[in-house]
């Protein structure tokens, strides 16, 4: 009679270890709040579709691409020697077509970034790249795409949440990209309510916002509990806690790690927002 197999080891609680499990929960759930909310198959429900659309166009958009979901990835539910890890990047729309893309949509976007590397990506995914790589300790000038998880060597890309304030994009009549959203106060009004429900859903540890009017918005809406540095702070949301780090939009700003905005203010709040979400979550247990 052959013997049982022995009881697989225990997972190690150093290093990062990912629960997969855990982030396919979530995205089940942040999954059925858009589809109450916002984007239902082929079906864009925003309570507020009409006036966003009709705003935006009287205040000159050429195009609007309606009912853009957020990206979470398969190993976002993260530990470090065992304290959480969750990091949600949050920059103000996607900023082009097309509309009505899906949460998996989405990520295949970001799984797409992900393999065009570095040079092949646009400032705002360069510039999320080096958040990346400061958030999980690693070296911000390296060439480091994968951060190692469970002993397996992971994209970074994988490892994280991103989620826009704006779930429709307004593009300016003049042509690129050009967003309307950061000039139209209704709809970061009437969209923020998206945004913090899919943080009351991911839980983040560490919130990272890329624009001046993403970072007005989220501190109207959240509760500061102590203001750690000028752009780094404990947040509160309801019962939850984490670090909130406030930046301008990587594009212009902070897209390589040598520009003056990266290294006197970006790099340094990124490396103090790690250090103050770990503590937090050591302290909270969440």
């Known amino acids: 009679m052959t013997p049982p197999p022995p009881p697989a080891p225990a997972a190690s609680t150093r290093g990062l270890v990912a629960d997969q499990h855990a982030t396919a929960v979530r995205q089940e759930r942040l999954q059925e709040y858009f589809e109450r909310e916002v984007l239902a198959g082929a079906d864009f429900v925003c309570r507020h579709a009409a006036a966003c659309r009709g705003i935006a166009e009287a205040r000159g958009a050429g195009a609007y691409y309606e009912g853009q979901l957020s990206h979470v990835g398969p190993s976002y539910d993260l530990r470090e020697n065992g304290v959480p890890l969750r990091v949600l990047v949050a920059p103000m729309d996607v900023g082009r077509p097309p509309s009505h893309v899906s949460m998996v949509d989405r990520s295949s976007q970001i799984a797409a970034s992900q393999r065009a590397g570095y040079r092949g990506r ?103 509990e102590r203001q750690v540095s000028d752009r780094v702070s404990e947040a509160r949301l309801g019962g939850l806690r984490f670090a909130f780090v406030d930046l301008r939009h990587p594009s212009r700003n902070w897209f390589t790690p040598n520009q003056a905005y990266a290294v006197d203010v970006a790099l340094p709040a990124l490396a103090a927002g790690r250090a103050l979400a770990l503590e937090i979550a050591s302290r909270t247990g969440r």
Do not use: W, Y
Request: proline residues 3%; neutral net charge; charged residues 15%.
């Open 122 to 224: 646009n400032q705002h995914m360069k510039g999320t790249t080096l958040a990346l790589r400061a958030a999980f300790g690693l070296a911000v000038d390296s060439a480091s795409e994968t951060v190692a998880v469970g002993g397996r060597q992971t994209p970074l890309f994988d490892c994280f949440a991103m989620a826009n304030l704006l779930l429709c994009s307004a593009v300016d009549a003049s042509g690129g990209s050009k967003s309307l959203g950061t000039k139209i106060a209704a709809m970061r009004s009437n969209c923020s309510p998206h945004l913090l429900e899919t943080i009351r859903v991911l839980e983040p540890t560490l919130v990272i916002s890329q624009g001046v009017d993403v970072g007005k918005e989220l501190s109207r809406a959240l509760t500061i």
